[in-house]
């Protein structure tokens, strides 16, 4: 699915949104493809992620990279998070080193991806756009928790969890970090941004100055 | 999900329920099995402090939820997790949406809401007259019972998930007729739909589609999923 796709919130609060996965295509090139996924796992290690997991073993927050990337078998997708445009790009140039041969894909602005593909010498085969939520949106909590819970596009992240997390960071019950930690262990796959969570926590902090 | 007799009516696990669908009846919580999409997001998190959260032995109904709703169960159809497509994550290697062309992909119920399947068939019921070509690698695809109508296999109707994926693909030109008739389907749903919609470069750096989409008044989201092009040498080539 377009797990990665559909994040919420605004520009400003995505430029610091960069997540990624890998995956081979089943009859194309998957078999072979757990040592590819277990090379980009180390790779993106190197590289300060935020976040990184693969849905059967869990993320950086309820397991280690060490236990990911032993997990990790043909026909696996693996996904990193970076939280910062130096970060990523320095993770591409890595991978255009290792002249990397297994599909990638990435959820970030397109502008940024775009930028970043031109730097490191990367040419961008194809987009995803995404065009709108319809039907019943009466039904959708606010844009404020869209932005967390659409970071796990999987929408294991219930907005009543959310809520009662940010009304313990306003009453000093849990911090920024712990809040955004509670939120990413329920996202198997680690396409929850961590630090983002933790930013827009802070947030709720700061409105109360 | 079913809540075993070890359940001492704390209500902790409450807010971890995207579905609303547990609550507390008699000092103890009761799981409503009709509103319950098997995600197991309330056992996974551990929060029950006397494990009181089992999963029951599913039939095949509720396989069905379980897999388009749980990302760590396996789509029989396609061997994939998730909502068990490959979609734009391979799409330079696979060709599944070549350049002129564009991919669709409906997620019905998301972001969060949940679908029944006699939602997802009013929206496939309104599209299928527009001539599409459906993503067989798709479990979705796979319940449908006539691909000319758009109906679904009948037993499967009133079955709950967290979300699913409708994909096909269609040439630029049905790009228009889609998005009208996604718009007029929409006020007979009762859920919600996020809508993508994949090109591939042409050989000007261009999406082909975008230009059309805009032109019909959607203007798409800064954020995209990109395809990197680095799944195989020559693959680029190959399409461009």
Same mark, same amino acid.
Not at chain 1, 140 to 166: K, Y
Not at chain 1, 184 to 202: I, L, Q, S, V
Not at chain 2, 33 to 59: F, I, T, Y
Not at chain 2, 178 to 190: C, G, P, R, T
């Given at each position: ?6 994040? +919420? ?34 790779? #993106? ?29 043909? &026909? ?8 910062? =445009? ?6 591409? =140039?890595?991978?255009?080193?290792? &002249? ?63 809520? #009662? ?13 712990? #809040?955004?930690?509670?939120?990413? +262990? ?9 630090? +983002? #969570? ?12 | ?62 396989? $069905? ?32 949406? *070549? ?6 992909? /409906?997620?019905? !119920? ?19 007259? $527009? ?12 319940? $449908? ?20 994926? /409708?994909?096909?693909? %269609?040439? %630029? ?7 009208? @008739? ?6 007979? %749903?009762?859920?919600?739909?996020? %809508?993508?919609? /994949?090109?591939?470069?042409? @050989? ?29 040498? !020559? *693959? ?5």
């Amino acid at each position: 699915m377009s797990h990665t796709l559909h994040r +919420r919130g605004s520009k400003e609060s995505l430029q610091n949104d960069f997540p990624l996965l890998s995956r081979p295509s089943i009859g194309i090139n998957n078999i072979g493809s757990g040592d590819k996924l277990r090379e980009f796992t180390k790779i #993106a290690m190197r590289h300060n992620p935020t976040n990184l997991g693969m849905s059967k073993k869990g993320n950086l927050y309820t397991t280690t990279s060490e236990e990911i990337i032993e997990a990790l078998e043909d &026909n696996r997708t693996v996904n990193v998070v970076f939280a910062n =445009k130096e970060d990523y790009t320095a993770f591409l =140039k890595e991978l255009v080193e290792h &002249n990397w041969d297994l599909s990638v894909t990435t959820g970030a602005l397109r502008e940024n991806v775009e930028e970043v593909c031109a730097e490191v010498g990367i040419v961008p085969h194809s987009v995803n756009l995404s065009i709108g939520i319809f039907g019943k949106l009466e039904l959708l909590p606010p844009e404020e928790i869209l932005a967390f819970t659409t970071m796990c596009g999987h929408h294991q992240i219930a907005p009543a969890l959310v809520e #009662a997390l940010i009304d313990k960071v306003k009453k000093g019950k849990t911090s920024p970090h712990d #809040a955004a930690v509670s939120l990413a +262990r329920h996202c198997p796959c680690g396409a929850f941004n961590t630090a +983002r #969570a933790e930013d827009m926590f802070k947030q709720y902090l700061e409105k109360m100055e | 999900m079913i809540v075993n007799e070890q359940c001492i009516g704390c209500g902790s696990c409450i807010p971890y329920c995207g579905m609303g669908a547990i609550s507390i009846k008699d000092k103890k919580a009761v799981i409503d099995l009709d509103e319950c999409v098997e995600c197991s997001v309330c056992r996974r998190s551990g929060v029950c402090p006397k494990n009181a959260l089992e999963m029951q032995e599913l039939d095949e109904m509720r396989k $069905i939820r379980h897999q388009f709703s749980d990302p760590k169960a396996t789509h029989p159809s396609t061997m994939i997790k998730g909502r068990g497509t490959e979609e734009i994550k391979t799409n330079d290697v696979t060709n599944r949406v *070549a350049c002129g062309r564009l991919g669709f992909g /409906i997620e019905v !119920g998301r972001p969060g809401i949940g679908t029944r399947f006699y939602d997802v068939q009013r929206i496939t019921k309104a599209l299928a007259p $527009i001539g599409l070509d459906w993503e067989k690698a798709n479990p979705l695809t796979s319940l $449908i019972a006539n691909l000319e109508t758009g109906e679904f296999m009948h037993q499967v109707l009133n079955e709950k998930v967290l979300s699913c994926i /409708i994909e096909f693909s %269609v040439p %630029v030109e049905k790009l228009e007729p889609i998005i009208k @008739a996604l718009l007029n389907v929409q006020h007979e %749903v009762e859920t919600v739909f996020s %809508v993508s919609m /994949i090109s591939t470069y042409d @050989a000007d750096r261009k999406l082909p589609g975008l230009e059309e989409l805009k032109k019909i008044g959607i203007t798409p989201r800064p954020n995209a999923k990109t395809n990197l092009g680095m799944g195989k040498p !020559g *693959a680029q080539t190959k399409l461009h």
